[in-house]
């Protein structure tokens, strides 16, 4: 099985299509030619001021986040283009075909650059639906699609630098223990602009770096139901200030308006006082 390219006028019926049976789908030139060329530099001149690696004690997380790869958040306090990117159109329709029948709002989960420098290894496969494991192992293999994600690439990405590589149809396994091997993967290469959109529940990982100098530069993105608890503190990364003009869709994703799930059934959360409240 293949990951389909598909451009980003490509008709919502078709690309959601392809990427419910393979788990993923390229977009080729999501964005536009000028808005990566100054997300790319804004990320870029982050990324002088950070060290690869992580903070954390835990020897698993040192292995997973990358000793030589270079993360971090906050993209919206670099530049407006991210702000750009949370109302594409495209990521919009995608997330509201898969997330809306169980949940008819959404956060954000992360948006973060993801630096994979040379000589990395490759990453442990593995599916993004596992940060909330309780669920996926209850609800496996009738989960319902709680995550989707996205790699952005600032550069032209190959497999020699890492290339994230995904294993297409993992997300219709019926064993959640099954994970798959590095040879079941395949590489998703993406042109400047270009970005892999991948279900929660389908196998992948960051690929290993074999160049001597280049670095892998990609932005990835995701989003999370909103009665899931997301990865990533956006109302503590972004101050009110700068999200309080936004649109509403843009408060909600960044953890700025209460979640209610009406028509569908459940509880209003994220609330003050018992009562929805938004800035």
Known sequence: MK???????????TLLTHFKDAGAVIVDDLMSRSAITE??????NQARLNKPGTAAQDPGWQVFHGRNTIRFTGIGLLTPVFFDLLEN????????????PDCPNYWLNTAQAM????????????????????????????????TISMILALDDISEAIGATRVIPG????????????????????????????????V???????????????????????GWLTP????????????????SDRIKRLLGYRSYNPSPKSGGRLWLQNFDEWSI
């Open 231 to 246: 990865e990533e503190a956006a109302c503590f990364v972004y101050p009110r200030e700068i999200v309080a003009n936004r």
């Open 39 to 44: 997300l790319r530099q804004s990320i870029v």
């Open 89 to 100: 159109p495209l990521m919009k329709m995608l997330a509201d075909a898969l997330l809306d």
């Open 115 to 146: 630096l994979i420098g040379p000589g990395e290894p490759a990453q442990l496969l593995h599916r993004d639906c596992q940060n909330w494991p309780s669920l996926a192992k209850l609800a496996w293999p009738n989960m319902p699609e709680v």
């Open 3 to 13: 990951i389909t390219h598909v451009s980003n006028e490509t008709k919502p019926e």
């Open 170 to 201: 993992s997300h219709l396994w019926q064993d959640y223990r099954r994970q798959g091997n590095p040879e079941d993967t395949i590489p998703a290469e993406l042109s400047a602009g270009s970005a892999l959109l991948y279900s929660g529940k």
């Open 203 to 225: 196998i992948h990982g960051g690929g290993e770096n074999l160049s001597e100098g280049d670095w892998r530069l990609a932005l990835h993105m995701s989003f999370v139901v």
